[in-house]
């Protein structure tokens, strides 16, 4: 079996381009990386992998440093786009609003960089002729495929919300999920969906081999932790009201907040700061002491680890639809009890077995109700953390292998 593994592309520049291997934590990419990695290692026998990924030329640079040929077992080959033909690209988008539909008529493409990235695309898929193709999470670029790869052989990924391309749902053979909720909402939003097969995201292995530490329910000091991209989607802007209330009741609470905009951002440099980080950090200075809350930038996987390992719990107050929630998974593997919005993703990490409580994130009093409830309940957030912990152990990558493979054969 020869499959042809696809990830999606940025529509607009500076946004950075994710290559395969990772230069990032990203959740979605690193879950492709473990999965394939797996594969190419125990399953080579069965299964011939190729993942396709756009970079720039300064990634291309950083990717040869970062990730030697010796370190990775799967095949993962590059379209390198220019600088100049991203700007062009996404100039023309953005001033020229209708060449979008021009491009899609004449090439299958929505922008200048996409028409170039699936150019490239097609002259692999012609000369290695892959049984099976994978669209990863640019739904927008269904037609553009189904242009030179049979529709029997194409399926797509669908991780995040989607606007109108949702039309095109349908159109591959079947479609990919992480999770069993996100699989309802896909045939929801489009009932011509005939198949819809899920493959669980996998926890790292850094936080596989973890050990419940129930002592950090009984300290003086509470430290309530957020990773994510520090973006209007992730809710940051109702968390920091929220603490407002929460310190009024728990004068020793701290927010620690790890990440930036994006992974472009490292460390706290103030030149590296979005507007909107700038905004959030400024709301904070007004209303909170400098003290409570920690602005920590992007960390390094070791920093991350031992961040979670000083938290009391986590809260991820999403506004948009998250698929799985990588970063709830890694929390619940620490053991550490979730509060999270209702959305897709979260919601199947919390019906595998508890370890989360839900809000509603723009209600700033509830969210902070939902907080305090277990800041001022140790026992229940120490068994609400030991139920997290406990769910996390069932995201292995030998699972999602198993799915994985199951979903080919079905193929075959």
Request: with cysteine.
């Amino acid at each position: 079996m020869k499959l042809l593994y696809i990830c999606g592309i940025t529509p607009d520049y500076p946004a950075l381009l994710r290559p395969l291997p990772p230069l990032d934590s990203g959740a979605p990419h690193g879950n492709i990386f473990r999965l394939v990695e797996f594969l190419a290692q125990y399953h080579w026998d069965e299964i011939e992998i190729v993942i396709i990924s756009a970079m720039s030329p300064g990634q291309q640079s950083f990717m040869q440093a970062s990730w030697p040929s010796t370190s990775v077992f799967g095949e993962y080959r590059h379209v390198i786009i220019p600088d100049g033909w991203r700007k062009l690209s996404s100039w023309l988008n953005k001033n020229i609003p209708f060449l979008s539909g021009v491009l899609r008529r004449l090439f299958g493409a929505y922008s200048l960089q996409g028409w170039y990235y699936f150019r490239q695309i097609q002259n692999i898929y012609r000369d290695w002729q892959p049984n099976w193709v994978i669209l990863d999470d640019a739904p927008q670029y269904i037609p553009t495929l189904l242009r030179f790869v049979p529709r029997e052989k194409v399926s797509f990924y669908c991780r995040y919300d989607i606007g109108s391309s949702r039309r095109f749902l349908h159109w591959p053979s079947r479609v990919l999920v992480s999770n069993e909720a996100m699989g309802d909402w896909v045939k929801k939003i489009n009932q011509q969906v005939l198949k819809c097969e899920i493959v669980h995201n996998t926890l790292p292995i850094e936080f596989s081999h973890r050990d419940f530490n129930p002592d950090r329910f009984h300290a003086t000091s509470k430290t309530i932790l957020f990773v994510g991209r520090i973006t209007p989607q992730k809710g940051i802007q109702h968390l920091i009201p929220a603490f407002v209330k929460i310190r009024a009741v728990e004068p020793l609470a701290r927010l620690v907040i790890v990440g930036a905009e994006n992974p472009a951002s490292l460390g706290n440099q103030k030149n590296s700061l979005s507007a909107f980080e700038l905004e959030m950090r400024q709301l904070a200075q007004q209303f909170l002491p400098s003290d409570s809350v920690i602005w920590r930038g992007w960390l390094s996987h070791e920093e991350l680890i031992a961040q979670y390992g000083l938290a009391y719990l986590a809260v991820y107050p999403s506004v948009y639809m998250e698929s799985f929630g990588n970063v709830a998974l890694e929390a619940m593997a620490s053991g550490l009890p979730v509060v999270a919005s209702d959305r897709p993703g979260f919601r199947s990490l919390l019906e595998k077995g508890g370890g989360m409580l839900v809000s509603d994130p723009t209600n700033e009093v509830q969210l902070a109700q939902v907080i305090l409830r277990l800041l001022q309940d140790p026992d229940l957030a120490e068994n609400l953390g030991y139920q997290a912990f406990q769910v996390a152990q069932q995201y292995t990558v030998n699972r999602a292998a198993t799915e994985f493979l199951s979903v080919l054969k079905i193929e075959q």
